[in-house]
């Protein structure tokens, strides 16, 4: 257990289990928030009231989960100083700067409007209330945006240099838009949306199956079937995108996470392999169990292609902890390809007769399967999550700076103490919110609510407002 | 010195007072109300004082975020030296705003509401107090050399700083009174009342023991403040702060119902342009200037574009956010959780 007295592994740890934390409650409030949009506008739409009750029931759910991201996600910015403070140094010019432009452009119009969603359904007017819903969604998917094209900077920095170990910008275009950024921003966000249909989804299919409320959720299982559709296989190809820009910038990230020790020669494609166990002292997989020349065709789309394997590399320049990111990546991949199929097989139950309640709810094993989904986008974002970033290292930003020299020089006991109580208070926040997520869940939704007309008139100018009235 | 440069650094050292007043003003209300909870014995009371929170404190709070993240990068070596530095308070001030924060969000949900009241009230007084020793230890410097930390992990505690922290926490207590009796009325408004007189002159107190001690402690500040032509610039803050407070009285006598918080509000104006025009031109005593610290001219730049000229767009939807909540609290209000 010598890790327990090195800082810079303490404070990873620290920063891995804050971030893998956080990472759990934007992932649903960025698709929950799209989802509220849709309903609250085909309540408006079509008058049906049963929308105006699935805006009020899911933005309970949305609350519990935003207040969970707000308070999980200052720490991550904290930490980038106290524990980062060499790399705050040698990237904030850049770095910070995109962090702070999230909060202001795009935090803090969700957290200005929030209030409103929430709060004001009865002190403003639908189309306002419609507009403040759409300002939440329209910042939590800008923040998505920024934090990722952040991240995107550290795997591939670009738009200037570095001088005197600080980073220069010569070009914010480029730096905002580095090699990294498309994949990055649209892979995350695909999966907060399809994370967030199969969540939305699964438990319409949980409520259907206990026979509660069908037509009730009929009407959200459809409106998530429908997202799923779409989005499920536009993140298979996302991945696949995202694969290649590693194959391409990252090599050997893509030779570690594929466990591929040994180039292959030309004229011999590269095997993939499906299962094995890498072994960074031997250099080579121990076992495995591989598909002849799959490799090359995924990474160069030639069965032939030549693909660098990890042995061309230092052994210092290699990613550390190879079992997991060898695993990670195929769970991940094993779930995008569930959450597909399930897709498919909802589309083609869609297609052979229409999906009234009656022919939702006669489809058990349908229903099942995406309850058993419920979890699972999560699962994939946490795998893919550690893909990307233990994948990463050695270098915190990739081929400059090390992640050993970017860390505050803290004594271990510190950061342990930290990390220890992190440990602790999120442990504690899960359970809290295990309790009262299932209690709402439980509890179901109110049938009997109607829409209320906005108290007085909030849009008077010229008013006094009645705080002078009231003076004594 | 290339003057543009100058310029833009001068303009983010301004542009990050105000969003450090706007955070200060808006969550030091938030946090008021929570600590004066702390000694509310009706379950009633509390429970009005949390619900004229509920619908701005997500907004009060994120003023924080902003000012880190500007602060990260308009002056990076700044953020990392205070953050290294404060390992400590900072720690426990995220550990203490994330139970302040999920009680107010669990609160509703939970069946045992004193507990929950109890974290509210309990993670309020630690955020308060955290940020006012933080203060204190960047007012008394923090030791460095080429920007990097050299002193120890413990050097933020000094007696200096719990006397800022003592005058945080009052300031903070003023804050909330005021905003309560904006908000309720009755008996929680005589209260409030109250708090506002008792805490007003406890953070004066404070106020002007720090106002002595500091240019007793640091020679910086007392070159700055005791030199002609400099007194006579600077002594209307002082004044102003003085002048504030005889008004703040005189408004609690008068049980006016605004002009408390504002009286408040303007006491720490005052305080805080006293300590800016302290340590200009250093962001940090003793450690870093502005102009050593400052990002390049074209991140100064980009941010003045992107984050400068959002704060009033941000000011205006935050105002219509506490125009859509106006009005009393009572338990019974429609329209709250």
Redesign the interface.
Known sequence: MEWLADPVMLARLQFAFTTMFHIIWPVFTIGLSLFLVVVEALWLKTGEVDYYRHARFWSKLFLLNFGLGIVTGLPLEFQFGTNWAPFSNMAGGFFGNVLGFEGAAAFMLEAGFVGIMIFGWERVAPAMHLFATSMVALGASASAFWIMAASAWMQSPAGGYFENGVFQVQSYLEAIFNPNTPWAVSHMWVACLETSCFVVGGISAWYILKGQSVSFYARSFRLAAAGAVVVAPLQVWLGDGSGLFIVHHQPAKAAAIEGHWQTNAPGEGAAWAILAWPDAAAQANRWSVQVPNLLSLLATRTPHGQVPGLREFAPEDRPPALPLLFYSFRLMVLIGLYLLTLALWTAWAWGRRRLTAEAIAAQRWLLRAWVFAIPLGYVAVEAGWIVREVGRQPWVIYGVMRTSDGASPLPAGAVGASLGGFLLIYTALAIAFAVFARRLLRHGPDLTLRPSPPQGEPFRTGATPPEEEERP | MDPVHLFLSNVWFGILGLLLVLYVVLDGFTLGVGIISLFQRKEAHREVMSKSL??????N??????F??????????V??????S???P??LM??A??FR??A???RS??RHKQRWNLAFGLGSLGTAVTQGMALGAVLSGIPAQG?V?TGS?WGWFSPFAAVTALGVLFGYILLGAGYLI?KT?GELQDQAYRVARWSGWLMMAAGAAVSAWTPLRFAYVEERWFSWPNIAYLAPLPLSAGGAFFMLLRALRR????SPLMWSVAIFLASFGGLAASIYPYMLPGALTIMESS??G??LV??LA??GF??PV?LV??AY?Y??????VSVRS????
């Open positions: 509920s619908g701005v404190w997500d907004a709070e994120s003023w924080l975020v902003v880190a993240g500007a602060l990260f990068g308009a002056f990076p070596p953020y990392g030296l205070v953050l290294h404060l390992y400590i900072v720690m995220v550990v705003l994330i924060s999920i107010f969000e669990f949900h939970g920007g930390f992990i904006v009325e049980r006016y119902l605004l990002a390049a074209i991140t980009f941010m992107g984050i959002l704060i941000m939807y935050n956010q125009l859509v909540f106006r009005g009393k429609k329209g709250y959780r």
